[in-house]
C-alpha cells in the first residue's frame, strides 16, 4: 500500500507591533519565524518528506505502538509550506483512521482533510477544529484515548 498526506501549515505571527520577547526567538531566526517539530504517527514507513519541494531528513521512534517521524523546519512570519510526505506498508484490515493531536495553543488549530482512496475514492472529509486529541474516519469524529498501561 502507498499513501500521501500533504500538510499545509501557516504562521500569522506578525513581524513587527509586539516586543521582542514575544514575536522574537532565541536561535537568531527572523522576527515572527516559527520554527516547527512536527511528530507524524504511523504504521506505515515514510518513504520521502519535502517542504516546499525541498527534501526534509526524518528522525524516526517508536511510541504509542506507531512509528513517530520527527520533522524540524522553519515557516517565516506571514508565510505558508506545504509538506508532502509518502509512505508505503501495510495497515491491515478495518476502517481507516486518522488520529489528531492538536497544540495547546490559544487558538484552536483550523484543520481540512480529505481522506482519499489510491483510486479516488472519497473515505472521509473534516473541515473545522478540533480541540481536544481526536479520531477522524468514516465513522465521524470520535474522542481518541489511550488504555491505561498493564
Same mark, same amino acid.
Given at each position: 500500500?502507498?499513501?500521501?498526506?500533504?500538510?499545509?501549515?501557516?504562521?500569522?505571527?506578525?513581524?513587527?507591533?509586539?516586543?521582542?520577547?514575544?514575536?522574537?526567538?532565541?536561535?537568531?531566526?527572523?522576527?515572527?519565524?516559527?520554527?516547527?517539530?512536527?511528530?507524524?504517527?504511523?504504521?506505515?514507513?515514510?518513504?520521502?518528506?519535502?517542504?516546499?519541494?525541498?527534501?526534509?531528513? +526524518?528522525? +524516526?521512534?517508536?511510541?504509542?505502538?506507531?512509528?513517530?517521524?520527527?520533522?524540524?523546519?522553519?515557516?517565516?512570519?506571514?508565510? +505558508?509550506?506545504?509538506?508532502?510526505?509518502?509512505?508505503?506498508?501495510?495497515?491491515?484490515?478495518?476502517?481507516?483512521?486518522?488520529?489528531?493531536?492538536?497544540?495547546?495553543?490559544?487558538?484552536?488549530?483550523?484543520?481540512?482533510?480529505?481522506?482519499?482512496?489510491?483510486?479516488?475514492?472519497?473515505?472521509?472529509?473534516?473541515?473545522?477544529?478540533?480541540?481536544?486529541?481526536?479520531?477522524?474516519?468514516?465513522?465521524?469524529?470520535?474522542?481518541?484515548?489511550?488504555?491505561?498501561?498493564?
Amino acid at each position: 500500500m502507498s499513501a500521501s498526506l500533504t500538510v499545509t501549515l501557516a504562521n500569522n505571527a506578525p513581524m513587527s507591533g509586539y516586543a521582542e520577547y514575544v514575536i522574537g526567538n532565541i536561535v537568531d531566526l527572523p522576527v515572527g519565524t516559527n520554527r516547527t517539530l512536527l511528530d507524524i504517527y504511523t504504521k506505515l514507513s515514510v518513504v520521502s518528506a519535502q517542504l516546499d519541494g525541498r527534501e526534509l531528513t +526524518t528522525l +524516526t521512534t517508536p511510541e504509542l505502538g506507531y512509528d513517530a517521524y520527527r520533522l524540524l523546519f522553519e515557516i517565516p512570519a506571514g508565510e +505558508t509550506v506545504v509538506l508532502d510526505v509518502q509512505l508505503s506498508g501495510n495497515v491491515g484490515p478495518g476502517e481507516y483512521s486518522l488520529a489528531y493531536r492538536p497544540q495547546a495553543l490559544p487558538n484552536p488549530d483550523e484543520l481540512s482533510v480529505t481522506a482519499t482512496t489510491t483510486s479516488g475514492d472519497e473515505i472521509f472529509t473534516f473541515d473545522g477544529t478540533l480541540e481536544r486529541r481526536s479520531v477522524l474516519s468514516a465513522s465521524g469524529v470520535a474522542a481518541w484515548w489511550q488504555p491505561a498501561a498493564p
